[in-house]
């Protein structure tokens, strides 16, 4: 088996906003938010992720795909999907020329009702099918990359600079209430748009900034659990380790961000009781999922952003708040961009995760 | 006897100009090479088995232990070792009985896999300004937790978790009975592992009185001879090993001489003194997992599920499904003895020919765990071979829990792996239980020595994870990413799910 890994090293630029009453923003902001930590990238990769994009079609699964050809790649995928379930409807994404941007696949969007027949067997079939699909389509490289598998949000991602990725999707022109953005500086392979943040999963989408030195461990915990690492990146483990702790064992988000970067031992000993028994729990049933190495990392769904770093904190990570909108970036400088207004700036202890979650 | 005699295995010489004549080599030989004739020390070389207790005891270094002196007509296939094989059952007709591991010269895996370190992208982590964390926790782990939000924000744990040892470094002490082993050197490890938090093997021979002090560091055998074993024995150890197998004769049951059979061992073992003390081969109420399963039933509820039970085997072909059965046993540890891992006594042909190595038993044990999605069911504990802190490295990358030393930690106490363990005279007090050989050995000057040997393994281990980039010992385990074969064929490379230097 073939696994080369690239990861985001030392210099990737994130950042995270949510509206907590869901009100929506455009793009254009986090364009220029992003584009201001160009120092942090290499104009090898960018990407955008927006949540409340697609209110029409807000009940379908929204699965974005980059086709190497549309005509040999495309109808294998249709129908594979009209096997699982129903293709409500499909387009090509809309894109738009960009001279620094070589554009190597074609983007499409399936808005998809998947089976639930097909799964008898599952308690969550419709999530179930939509994971099977993602890992079929992506391990078997044949053409097809689901990069994107959400309901009512969108990844937009490419090889290329921010404002070029940007342009290429036209952002602006999204409406979301919760955005995440990546630029990234890779020192491997380069050029793959798969391999651009953000990384997502059903509602997960991730962006990280680091190098996770526990992936084979990490990797091979998760793919105990069915899941298959396809797309020779460490920050695709991020999301199914959130998938896998919050969606299927129930944990709250500040739960799995304690099982991912737990308190030290030391730290553990020194706890009351209670929450010593607690933790100590959390390490021992979760210690295949502890995450190690540099790492600051930004998790969303539809409902919370939430950002965190490794537990000793060896990259930045910074949030501010602006009313209803919490922002979480690596550069206190980017929030401002967007906002720069922004109030109560401040930086998170290491393994202390941020939590932004939408009014209930 | 038309046989006659062979070459010498060793040849010992006093350098006469700095001999003193002081006669120490006398005293501590105990196979009796030296011996005083007027003001001469005579040589009886043929009795030498290489213990080195003279040479590390003479004041002058006047004493020199030539392997080899004369040699067989060399040939590649009629080694030395396989016509002295010969010669030693036409004379005999027996068994040949051997000491130590494996002496095949297989290649070892360890020293064809290499660990990764850090460089620019990720930094490195220095343990001394950063924690590092090599806790351990060996038994069962549920799968996932069941938790409660309070109302106040606390959140409740409602999953109970079963026992767990703990243990502050990876590295435990494996089973060496008393019997096999002198009373002081039993001592000596208990009270270094006491010190260290970590635990030690009984071994199958029952628990000494005097070592009820350190009780808590102690994991205790029942072996398929059951010798030594009742309540109290059981309620004494921190945990309970059930023994299948051993690396160093894997199918086959222990024999303990009855001249190692004194009176205390005796006692221990609850067995006549004198008598021989033979293991049967299997135990005679498991024939198949689910007698295994109703053992270790049967020993937590005497025990009143207070402690884990670890079953160990001897590593073979099939070990991934035998584990798989285990951890389905309700045992909370399995233990993987390779064929490298020592013996006082066992046969040669065992020794050498039967078995796996530790590093491919580990790597199939733990895939095969994570297939079928129950790793967390059971710890793998290690053991057979291993000889440093880079093995130590190298096995919890390819997914062990902890590993167990046996060789290593007697080195520590003066064993010169001379291989004579199973004649009972052994020059350092170890393998032994004549009283004049088991008081050399000063059970706290060589608790230290342990100590110090596991201090400074956990040490290395510490800075190997440091530049690695990893603090925490978790993700060390069954990262084989971190590892890469060099010069190992590709079959190998597989069933390591290890990739090759340079890719
Ligand atoms: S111990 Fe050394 S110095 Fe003393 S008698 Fe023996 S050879 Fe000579
Ligand atoms: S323990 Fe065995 S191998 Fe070691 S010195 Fe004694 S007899 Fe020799």
Redesign the pocket.
Known sequence: MEWIRFHCDNMCGIIGVIDRRRQLMDGSKIKEALASMDERGSGEGAGYVAYGIYPDYKEYYALHVFFDNIREHKVPLDNLLEKWGTIVHDEQIKTYEQPGLRKVHTPWRYFFRPDPNMMPKSTTPEEDIITHLVMKVNSERNGALIFSSGKNLGVFKAAGWPEDVANFYRIQDYQGYLWLAHNRYPTNTSGWWGGAHPFNLLNWSVVHNGEITSYGTNRRYIESYGYKCTMYTDTEVVAYLVDLLVRKHGLSEKMAVRALAPPFWEEIDRMPPKEQELNRAIRLTYGPALMNGPFAICVANENSLVGFTDRIKLRPLVSGESGDRLFISSEEAAIRRIDPDVEHITMPRAGEPIVGKVYS | MSIGSTPLKFKVRIDPERCMNCGRCIENCSYGVYRKEGDDIRINSRNC?A?H?CLAFCPRDAIDIEEKPGDYRSHPVWTREVREAVFNQAKTGKIILS??GNAKPYPIIFDRLVLDACQVTNPSIDPLREPMELRTYLGKKPSSLSLRQMPNGDVELLTKLTPNLQIETPIMIGHMSYGA?SLNAQTALAKAVSKIGTFMGTGEGGLHESLYPYQNHMIVQVASGRFGVDINYLERGAAIEIKIGQGAKPGIGGHLPGEKVCADVSCTRMIPEGSDAISPAPHHDIYSIEDLKQLVHSLKEATEWKKPVFVKIAAVHNSAAIAAGIARSGADAVVVDGFRGGS?ATPRVFRDHVGIPVEAAVASVDAKLRQQGIRNEVSIIASGGIRESADVAKIICLGADAVYIG?SA??AM????????Y?G????G???QKPELVARLDPETNAVQVENLINGWTLELAELMGAAGINSIESLRGNRDRLRGYMLDEGLLNVLDVKTVGA
């Open positions: 088995v213990c207790r000491g130590m082993i006082g060789t007697l080195v003066g064993c010169r792996v001379c291989g004579t363990c004649r005279t052994c020059a350092w170890i393998a032994t």
